[in-house]
């Protein structure tokens, strides 16, 4: 098999262990598991043999058989033997990486009959149960059920028909077992791909498995970067990075997915680009285009050349459309020309033959896969994602992945895409059954579902494949963990899910009862509104019919109002929730927390929204806090809990709860904006002074600095968002001192942003004035020629500003003096002409309010005053610059004029006020400077 795992810990045994334990180690990796199984240490652990310690541990005394594995498990390796002589054999240390081993060969033995294939050349239960249970079809159906339950966590029930569910149970009962813990440091590794596995059998991640997970992780990565030097394997570090970026990706932890990514190629010093060439997709296509396509070559590749044809490969299905290409036809079949990108190609990229790329290995090709796993995650699904996700998949297929579970993994990867194009949906559903079918024919034979029952054969529309043509145990099973290869019932379901989107709603039903998911066929027939039809199938796995004859019940009409079942199904907190979505019954939601014993975090999520709609927001907060508690890395909780403490006026809490959010995706726009818009209300921390008393000149740390920083992290993201940057202005405004830099930049995207609509409403006139004014009276004078401040305020007023302005005065004024601090009079003046006209051509004034006719005054004597100091000055601007023209010789005379006008038009209704006294009294001075 190659296994990275085994090789590390092969790599790591002492050379007497080495020694013992190597045919049993080679025997794994050949895929021969039940030999491991036969050993008489194992058939001891697993019953069928008793010593004098374990002769009276019986099954029955246990409340299941995972307790009676592990019951015998610490009795067994409780034995220790003090004499030095002793052969390796019977030393507690054999012991315990034997059963180590044989734990790692039942986690294969489950992936090979539920993910990979071929089948299993044994039956699990025969191997595994105590000889009663297995020929027992009660018995045996009876403890792969409680086996099922005690795979339960958080509220969230694992999937009940996975067959030989004993494989996985045995080898998570023996890595959890402390001594293997404390002397068998690998299992950790193998414990973590266990507890991934389990997760995965779940209907939705369990927060509890989640953490353990992740704990985990960490001292893998620990183990690895301390010892990782000592080993041959140079890869080995890529293997974990790949398999932490496939439990990243399983999580939406995206962002980690794709650091984790990003980091194997570059150890790997593998080179790829997804770039663009001009290409023909279509027969008829008469002009090239830019086609993306993804050039690669692995490190180790010197030459180019296609994959082995004699290799094993699932079935590929051709596209046999009468319009599009195979294959994107490239005009040239060179990279070195016609590459659309910002940077040259590296010189091993820009040589490779387009129609011939080289082989990759198979882990560069896993690299790429998840890539494209990672891209579909993050983004959201749009035809842009996924024209940037198949130019992946495309390459693997096309260069031919040396590896049958990669390639299987490339044909779902591209399937996907392709069920969302119209040319290629058909070839796209096809693909993705062909790879049911396969995996269907590849897991079947002796498995058995949890009830103890054969699996059904499903036929299917390709021959199944002859002995030979399939591939091997080993290759299959080798980068199963970084590819985070989907079950059989999940290729099922998601086929299920592929035929709702096509409209093939009883092809979607029959797969999902035949599954027995009842709780994806009640939302499949809710999402085509027969709510009636979903209820009746949630209530049936719920309560028992009406009139208590279950036997006797038409599925079709009854309603299924009977008493609760007895035990409740694993599934019920899932089940009630969905009655509660139906219903909108906020009972069902509650319900399904307690059936959980209050660890179902969903159903108080759902209550959280339920009581948020009714803008109950105390209930919300409480709902949502409660959820967090039970499951901490929930993002849309987190955010919806800050928004509830906002409505609130907690604005502490509601700090915390967006802090929380940002930590989890920094990424997130809304939750950086809202968190500064709670930092906005908070007190200032205080230091204290040297008599250990509150100061308030000692301000450690202001929020609205902070406030700030959050309002600039959510304007880099959402750049587009009109709200964040208004807000961004008025906080850099009112900090101490104000961010005159951000202040600039904020009003400037405003103008780009609503400038074409809203004209000069966009423009904050207060806040530019103290911009304009903070400017002229910087330090070294208002320069407009040197980098600075003065500059950047100058450009925001003549690029974004200015051909805004239609009647605002104060605009008018402020720019004014802009111009006249940088020696531009005549332009100043011109500013103070518009902004009289502007006031003076407002309709009716001067019989409006005496308000409005006192403002007219004022913006008079303010272009009267404008006329005194500037029309005297040399022109400095235009053609007239330095002939010693002036910048208006009659000032005089427009000053006289402008008063007259408004005097006489508002003599009839304010000739006895304070402001035409004022008019009455510069018009004198105009007239004694003659």
Known sequence: MGDVLLNFFRGSLPDELASVLGNTIKTIESGNFVTVFQKPEVQLLLGHEDDDITRDVRLADFPSWN???????????????????????????????????????????????????????????????????ASSTTALGKLRADLVVSLNADGVAAYKLTPNLELLCLAETVLVSPPIQKYVEHSFWARLRVNFIHQRLLSEPAPSLQKAIYDDLATVERMILSRAQTQENTDLHVHFLLERAAIH?????????????????????????????????TKYQQKDTSQLLVLARSADSQTNGTSDEKASKPVKLDLNDDTLFESISFTSPSASTEVQTESSLPA??????????????????????????????????????????????????????????????????????????????????????????Q?????????????GESDTQVTSFLPKAKDGEGAPVNERLRYVFSLCSPSRWELEAELAARWVSVGGLRSALEIYERLEMWAEAALCWAATEKEGKARRIIRRQLFHATNGDDEAADPDEEKWEGAERDPPPGEAPRFYCILGD???????????????????????????????????????????????KINALNHPAWFALGCANLELLRFKDAVEAFSRCVQL?????????????????????????????????????????????????????????????????????????????????????????????????????????????????????????????PRLVNELVEKHIKPLITVSPALWATLATLYMHSNRPGSALECHEKAWRAVTSQPNWETRTEKEWDAVVQQTVDLVDAYETLGPRERTEGLGAGSGELVAKDWKFKARSAVRSVMGKGKEMWEDSAGWDRLKERLEELKGRE
């Not at 992945?401 to 096809?430: D, F, I, P």
């Open 67 to 133: 307790d009676f594995v592990f019951h015998r498990l610490g009795l067994i390796l409780s034995k220790r033997s003090d004499d030095p002589d002793v052969p390796v054999e019977q030393t507690g240390a054999y012991r315990q990486n034997l059963f180590f081993l044989a734990a790692v060969a039942a986690l294969y033995a489950f992936l090979q009959t539920n993910v990979t294939g071929p089948p299993l050349p044994f039956k699990s239960e025969d191997v595994l149960l105590p000889k009663e249970v």
């Open 348 to 437: 091993s990229l820009a040589s490779l033959d387009l129609e011939n790329q080289p082989k990759l290995d198979p882990l560069d090709s896993v690299i790429l896969l998840s890539l494209a796993s990672s891209i579909t995650n993050t983004n959201p699904a749009d035809g842009i994602t996924r024209e940037e996700t198949i130019p992946y998949a495309t390459r693997v297929l096309e260069g031919g992945s040396s590896n049958w579970q990669v390639y299987t993994q490339a044909l779902l990867v591209r399937s996907r895409v392709e069920g969302y194009k119209t040319r290629t949906m058909e070839r796209g559903l096809l693909q993705l059954q062909a790879l049911v079918d």
């Open 665 to 789: 995706d920094d990424q997130d726009a809304e939750a950086w904006s809202n968190m500064a818009a709670a930092l906005l209300h908070l007190r200032p921390k205080l230091s204290t002074n040297d008599d250990g008393e509150l100061s308030e000149a000692r301000v450690t740390s202001h929020p609205r600095t902070d406030a700030l920083k959050a309002f600039k992290r959510a304007a880099a993201l959402k750049h587009d968002s009109y709200r964040i940057w208004s807000n961004m202005l008025a906080v850099a405004a009112s900090t101490t001192p104000p961010s005159w830099i951000d202040m600039v930049s904020a009003q400037r995207r405003i103008c780009e942003l609503r400038g074409a609509s809203d004209g000069e409403a966009c423009v904050d006139a207060e806040l530019l004035e103290l911009l304009v004014r903070h400017a002229v009276q910087s330090e070294g004078g208002f320069d407009i020629s040197k980098p600075g401040l």
């Open 249 to 281: 990706t399983h999580h939406s932890f995206d962002k980690k997915a794709r650091a984790d990514l990003d980091q194997a190629t570059s150890e790997r010093k593998f080179e790829f680009i997804l770039t663009g060439l001009m290409g023909k997709r």
């Open 439 to 451: 995996v269907i024919a590849d897991t079947s034979g002796s498995n058995a579902t949890a009830d």
């Open 582 to 628: 139906i219903d909108q019954d906020l009972s069902m939601y509650e319900k399904a927390w307690d059936i959980s014993g209050k660890r179902y975090a969903r159903a108080q999520r759902s209550l959280g929204q339920r009581y948020f709609a009714r803008k109950d927001y105390e209930k919300a907060a409480e709902a949502y806090s409660l959820s967090l």
